[in-house]
């Protein structure tokens, strides 16, 4: 069993920066975070695989950065030159997979266990 607890989100404005964070409890191989809007499917932001790996969906590429402490015990997202298209919820997941594809990586099927979300609100 993993439990997941997220926190960093908030407001911010357009080109500005926010770091989210996930507290990890419980062990998990694969982590990620996702994103989603009301009415929308959830979409794979960045995730890291049991050997570091680390994959990014090309909408966020060059601007966000997921990382995890030593222990694996908290993950991290940090998210700078935030757009407006930026805007939703944001969920941190982790699973028990081992591999390593950025498909993978980046599949809701993959993540066994998620977060209650944290919002992201980027305005103009």
């Known amino acids: 069993q993993v439990q997941l607890v997220e926190s960093g989100g908030g407001s911010v404005q357009a080109g500005g920066s926010l770091r989210l964070s996930c507290a990890v409890f419980?062990?998990?191989?694969?982590m990620g975070w996702f994103r989603q809007d009301p009415g929308k499917g959830r979409e794979g932001v960045a995730a890291?695989?049991?050997?570091?790996?680390?994959t990014y969906a090309d909408s966020v590429k060059g601007r966000f950065t997921i990382s995890q402490d030593d222990a694996k015990k908290t993950l991290y997202l940090q998210m700078n030159s935030l757009k407006l298209e930026d805007t939703a919820m944001y969920y941190c997941?982790?699973?028990?997979?081992?591999?390593?594809?950025?498909?993978?990586?980046?599949?809701?099927?993959?993540?066994?266990?998620w977060g209650q979300g944290t919002q992201v609100t980027v305005s103009s």
């Open positions: 890291i695989g049991g050997d570091g790996t680390t």
């Open positions: 419980g062990y998990a191989n694969s």
């Open positions: 997941a982790a699973g028990y997979g081992r591999g390593w594809s950025r498909e993978y990586l980046l599949s809701v099927g993959t993540y066994n266990y």
